[in-house]
């Protein structure tokens, strides 16, 4: 099975950056690769998902403007760039990958391999 290696997340003062990595070693890829957070006492949120077969992103409309989800397909690596960050968006981000049709393709439970997690944290 294909290993999903997160790096990236920290500690950030609101208004900074944060740029995610997800790289997918060993296997065969699966064609979408997806961010989803989880803060504590909340179900897992999507975040952004991208397919190798194209670069169309697909992105939480409340995130549009401040997140960006990118594939570098020569590196199997996908990116997370956060902006603007606030307070909310504290939680443990996890990358997924796996075959959704596109009605699915937001939910967690559409994917069947995850990355280990990391922790942003969004405080001054």
């Known amino acids: 099975q294909v290993q999903l290696i997160q790096s990236g997340g920290g500690l950030v003062q609101p208004g900074g950056s944060l740029r995610l990595s997800c790289a997918a070693s060993g296997g065969s890829r699966s064609p979408t690769m997806a961010w989803f957070r989880q803060a504590p006492g909340e179900e897992r949120q999507f975040v952004a998902a991208?397919?190798?077969?194209?670069?169309?992103?697909y992105l939480s409309e409340s995130l549009r403007g401040r997140f960006t989800i990118s594939r570098d397909s020569a590196k199997n690596t996908i990116y997370l760039q956060m902006n603007s960050l606030i307070p909310e968006d504290t939680a443990i981000y996890y990358c997924?990958?796996?075959?959704?049709?596109?009605?699915?393709?937001?939910?967690?439970?559409?994917?069947?391999?995850w990355g280990q997690g990391t922790q942003v944290t969004v405080s001054s």
């Open positions: 997924a990958s796996g075959s959704p049709i596109l009605s699915s393709l937001r939910r967690a439970s559409a994917y069947n391999n």
């Open positions: 991208v397919r190798w077969t194209n670069s169309n992103p």
